[in-house]
């Protein structure tokens, strides 16, 4: 595997089911990022992780719990989410925290009945 | 607070035309401005970035400029190719860390 890897692509979910998402990323980065892009919306950030450490929230609500175990790994943890939670989920991971080029997954594509 | 907008929100052109997108954004202190493409319903492609101390950059048939003055990027592709069919989306760093996306420009080219 190369780059960063989103596992699973497509997922659908009750509101009150509880799932995780999987990123991975296999260049050697020490920063990890969750966005979201919902249709007719710009993609926002989410939360950003530098070393397993999380350095920002951006105002997301607590149905989503990020989790960073090690550099290469970043979780989202999905509960009692909304319809309007419902959106493609990408993963990104750069050198560090700071002015480096961001390397996105292919994304989580979400949807919430 | 940052704000980024691109126009126009589609684009159609005949093959082997030139490409133009535009980005323009609010805060000028910005550390680079990125420009990516996404394929439908898939992640995000880096496809330049330009330092906040360049004017441009360069890869093929692409070509980006920044002007922080007026708060204004050019994304330029020559001779566009119905493979360049694609969303292309632009994003401010303002913070070193925090990206601050457009809307995108989804552009179409017709053989």
């Known amino acids: 595997e190369t780059g960063v890897t989103q596992t699973p692509r497509h997922l659908v979910m009750g509101m009150t089911n509880k799932k995780s998402l999987k990123c991975e990323q296999h260049?050697?980065?020490?920063?990890m990022y969750w966005y979201k892009q919902s249709a007719k919306k710009p993609l926002e950030l989410m939360f950003v992780y530098s070393l397993e450490e999380r350095v920002e929230n951006n105002s997301v609500p607590s149905r989503f719990s990020p989790e960073c175990p090690n550099s290469s790994h970043l979780f989202l943890h999905l509960h009692t989410l909304q319809p309007e939670d419902s959106a493609l989920y990408l993963c990104?991971?750069?050198?560090?925290?700071?002015?480096?080029?961001?390397?996105f997954g292919p994304g989580t594509r979400l949807t919430v009945t | 607070k940052q704000e980024v907008t691109q126009i126009p929100a589609a684009l159609s052109v005949p093959e082997g035309e030139n490409l133009v997108l535009n980005c323009s954004f609010t805060?000028?202190?910005?550390?680079?401005l990125q420009w990516f493409r996404q394929d439908p319903g898939k992640g995000l492609t880096s496809l330049l970035l330009i330092q906040s101390s360049q004017r441009e950059q360069t890869s093929g048939r692409l070509n980006a400029s920044l002007d922080k003055s007026s708060g204004r990027s050019t994304l330029y592709i020559a001779a566009s190719q119905p493979g360049d069919s694609a969303t292309y989306l632009c994003?401010?760093?303002?913070?070193?860390?925090?990206?601050?996306f457009g809307g995108g420009t989804r552009v179409l080219v017709k053989p």
């Open positions: 805060d000028s202190a910005i550390y680079n």
């Open positions: 990104a991971s750069s050198p560090g925290v700071g002015a480096y080029e961001q390397y």
């Open positions: 994003a401010a760093d303002s913070a070193g860390n925090k990206l601050t």
């Open positions: 260049l050697g980065h020490n920063a």
